[in-house]
């Protein structure tokens, strides 16, 4: 394991390898991540992988269309796959308020160049044939949103990190984090220490501690 590093990020989960992966293919050379287990062995293992463009705001709309981009080209990138897949989604409303609040969706995402469309109860029943359409006034159908294997996804980006130069440390256990005088920050591990910039604290469920 590297001695110095200009970031030290804590955690193998899709935030941590994602934020080594972003770095790295950036320019970010000296990027170390630490972690205690195997890559995705916390919270990220579990997650349901549900990806859609739809966001109450426009800026995270805007995010959320980048993230399905990198999905989409991980593969193509990295020779692994991140498990991607389109399939669809739609919003319901049962009430003229609900449907406004539609309304809003639609143009906001219809101005961002996304394929949104309303769709009416009797679509919605042969789009999604599990839906109880009673009481449904219309929906909005979102045709590319989709869902990703969270772990499939870490560990493209993980190949995709390392190969932009990232180190990646499993089974390596932090103790302890302290600031020196110099303002540069000393990352205890089980393994040795890494003197470093910047620390990420991507550890998710354990981040407290």
Same mark, same amino acid.
């Given at each position: 394991?590297?001695?110095?590093?200009?970031?030290?990020?804590? +955690?193998?989960?899709?935030?941590? /390898?994602? =934020?080594?992966?972003?770095?790295?293919? @950036? +320019?970010?050379?000296?990027?170390? =991540?630490?972690?205690?287990?195997?890559?995705?062995?916390?919270?990220?293992? #579990?997650?349901?992988?549900? /990806?859609?463009?739809?966001?109450?705001?426009?800026?995270?709309?805007? &995010?959320?269309?980048?993230?399905?981009?990198?999905?989409?080209?991980?593969?193509?990138?990295?020779?692994?796959?991140?498990?991607?897949?389109?399939? +669809?989604?739609?919003? $319901?409303?049962?009430?003229?308020?609900?449907?406004?609040? =539609?309304?809003?969706? @639609?143009?906001?995402?219809?101005?961002?160049?996304?394929? &949104?469309?309303?769709?009416?109860?009797?679509?919605?029943?042969? =789009?999604?044939?599990?839906?109880?359409? $009673?009481?449904?006034?219309?929906?909005? @159908?979102?045709?590319?949103?989709?869902?990703?294997?969270?772990?499939?996804? $870490?560990?493209? #980006?993980?190949?995709?990190?390392? $190969?932009?130069?990232?180190?990646?440390?499993?089974?390596?256990?932090?103790?302890?984090?302290?600031?020196?005088?110099? +303002?540069?920050?000393? &990352?205890?591990?089980?393994?040795?220490? /890494?003197?470093?910039?910047?620390?990420?604290?991507?550890?998710?469920?354990?981040?407290?501690?």
């Amino acid at each position: 394991m590297k001695t110095n590093a200009r970031v030290a990020i804590i +955690g193998g989960g899709a935030i941590g /390898v994602s =934020l080594a992966y972003h770095l790295a293919k @950036y +320019g970010w050379k000296d990027v170390v =991540l630490i972690e205690k287990h195997e890559l995705t062995s916390g919270s990220t293992w #579990m997650a349901a992988g549900n /990806v859609s463009f739809y966001h109450p705001s426009y800026y995270c709309t805007q &995010v959320n269309m980048k993230s399905i981009e990198i999905f989409k080209q991980l593969e193509e990138e990295t020779g692994q796959s991140p498990g991607w897949h389109t399939t +669809g989604s739609i919003r $319901t409303a049962d009430n003229p308020d609900r449907l406004d609040e =539609l309304g809003y969706y @639609y143009s906001m995402n219809r101005c961002l160049g996304l394929d &949104v469309n309303f769709v009416s109860p009797e679509e919605i029943g042969k =789009l999604h044939p599990l839906i109880d359409t $009673t009481g449904l006034v219309a929906g909005l @159908y979102w045709p590319d949103d989709g869902d990703v294997d969270p772990a499939s996804m $870490t560990q493209a #980006m993980a190949k995709g990190a390392r $190969t932009y130069g990232a180190e990646l440390n499993l089974h390596t256990q932090v103790t302890g984090i302290a600031q020196k005088p110099s +303002g540069d920050w000393l &990352v205890k591990t089980d393994q040795g220490d /890494v003197t470093c910039e910047f620390v990420v604290n991507a550890a998710g469920l354990w981040a407290p501690e």
